[in-house]
């Protein structure tokens, strides 16, 4: 999946009237159903818990000595 920019700023979300409304950058804005809102949030924490590892990842090949000598 390819996006043209990063946010770095969370979503707004409120329940109203039996839906779950999302506000999210740029002005987009989503209504779903409780069922719908549930699976997409285990979706974004699984997609949170696997970038926060590979920037780990990248953090510990940037610290490691690379073996090489001069």
């Known amino acids: ?3 043209d920019r990063l946010y ?3 979503s707004k979300v409120e329940a109203e009237k039996g839906e779950v409304l999302v506000d999210g ?3 987009v804005a989503v209504s779903m159903t409780p069922e719908a809102a ?6 974004l ?4 818990m696997t970038a926060r590892g590979q920037q780990r990842v990248e953090e510990g090949r ?3 000595p690379t ?3 001069s």
Do not use: F, Q, V, Y
């Not at 549930?38 to 979706?43: F, G, K, N, Q």
């Not at 924490?45 to 949170?48: E, H, R, V, W």
């Open 25 to 27: 950058p740029d002005g």
């Open 1 to 3: 999946m390819e996006h």
């Open 67 to 69: 073996g090489r000598s």
């Open 62 to 64: 940037r610290k490691a």
């Open 8 to 10: 770095d700023e969370p």
């Open 38 to 43: 549930a699976e997409t949030s285990d979706r």
């Open 45 to 48: 924490l699984d997609g949170a």
